[in-house]
Each structure stands twice: as C-alpha cells, then as structure tokens.
T-cell receptor, first 112, second 109 residues
Framework: EAGVTQFPSHSVIEKGQTVTLRCDPI?????LYWYRRVMGKEIKFLLH????????ESGMPNNRFLAERTGGTYSTLKVQPAELEDSGVYFC??????????FGEGSRLTVL | RKEVEQDPGPFNVPEGATVAFNCTYS??????FFWYRQDCRKEPKLLMSVYSSGNEDGRFTAQLNRASQYISLLIRDSKLSDSATYLC??????????FGAGTILRVKS
C-alpha cells in the first residue's frame, strides 16, 4: 500500500516567487495535516483537513499561505509570495480518524 | 518557554549501552503522548505511544508522569541502527501534535 506521497521533494525558488506543494494522503484517510520544520526549529503544526474542510488552521503563519483540499483527496499548499523565512521542510501527514499519523518524506523548500 | 522541551544531545554511546531520554511538556491538558523517530532527511515515524502505566516494546520502554508533566524513553542494548533523532511528541487535541526539537542519538561500534 502506498504511503503519504509529497511533491516536489525539493524546490528552490527566489524570494517573491510562488511555490505549490502537493500531498497525496494514504487512500481512505479523511484526515490530512500539514506541518513544517524551519531550520534549527521543531516541527510545527500548520493545519488540519477533515475531508475537504479545514478543521483547524491555527498554525498557518500568515495569509501568504493557502491550503486546499478540493474533493477531499490530495491537498496543495501554496506559498505566494515566498519569503526567505519560509525555507524549511514541509511535511504532510494523514490518519484514519484520530489514529496514528503517517508522515510523507517532506518537501524541502529553499527560498533564495 | 517551549511547549515540549528535550535535551538536544547528541548522546554518543557504544553499542550495547543503555540510554535514557527525557522530555517535559507545558500543557497539562494534553491528551496523549508519543515518541517518534526521525532518520536524517527522512520523515518522522511513530516509535511508540506513552502511557502512565509505562509500556515496553522490545528494547524500548516509555513512561509518562502526568503530575510532573514528564515523559521518558529508555533504550536498552543499543544497536547501531538506533542512531537517529528521537522526537518527544504531545497531542494537545484532535491530533494536533506538538513536537519537541528532538534528541540526537549516535550509537558507535
């Protein structure tokens, strides 16, 4: 069975550009989460979808970040315009109900 | 003050050693507790859940002290393959996980 997959694995962009990260959760998992780890810091929660609805977006840093999950399947996280401090690893995770979270390998974003 | 605090290490130990990691958390209303393992440039993976009664999985033993808001992980008979970063993780509510910064373990032959 495929795990959580994320694309791209690594993205290098310039400040002011736009990047869109994609996450495909494990099939059948209604819960999808975005987390990120910026350099030297701990992994932090960004938001939580239940199917296509945003359950909790309290961790989203500002309005330059937009997450969507149309149709309740895959999700995208768009950063527009990107700033230097957005560099880090963006992890997606999915779960069946409130069970174990399974993480993807992450998308490493470098903003120059 | 960080919500979940861990000693970053690194802990450098020889094979076969016993090593213990500790973690404290600030939110007394936290619901559940975990240790995750993260290998270099990989995703975090659940190692084990942590209960007040203590739980053991092979060479790994985890313990929770709710009164002290303290979580521990004990690894016995360390293997080279145990080298990784160990993340103390607290579930505040609804799978909103709060991560510690991690403790680096290096097991050497």
């Amino acid at each position: 069975e495929a795990g959580v997959t994320q694309f791209p694995s690594h993205s290098v962009i310039e400040k002011g550009q736009t990047v869109t990260l994609r996450c495909d959760p494990i099939s059948g998992h209604d819960n999808l989460y975005w987390y990120r780890r910026v350099m030297g810091k701990e992994i932090k929660f960004l938001l939580h979808f239940v199917k296509e609805s945003k359950q909790d977006e309290s961790g989203m840093p500002n309005n330059r970040f937009l997450a969507e999950r149309t149709g309740g399947t895959y999700s995208t996280l768009k950063v527009q315009p990107a700033e230097l401090e957005d560099s880090g690893v963006y992890f997606c995770a999915s779960s069946q109900g409130t069970g174990e979270l399974f993480f993807g390998e992450g998308s490493r974003l470098t903003v120059l | 003050r960080k919500e979940v605090e861990q000693d970053p290490g690194p802990f450098n130990v020889p094979e076969g050693a016993t090593v213990a990691f500790n973690c404290t958390y600030s939110n007394s209303a936290s619901q559940s507790f975990f240790w995750y393992r993260q290998d270099c440039r990989k995703e975090p993976k659940l190692l084990m859940s942590v209960y007040s009664s203590g739980n053991e999985d092979g060479r790994f033993t985890a313990q929770l002290n709710r009164a002290s808001q303290y979580i521990s992980l004990l690894i016995r008979d360390s293997k080279l393959s145990d080298s990784a970063t160990y993340l103390c993780v607290v579930n505040e509510y609804g799978n909103k996980l709060v991560f510690g910064a991690g403790t680096i373990l290096r097991v050497k032959s």
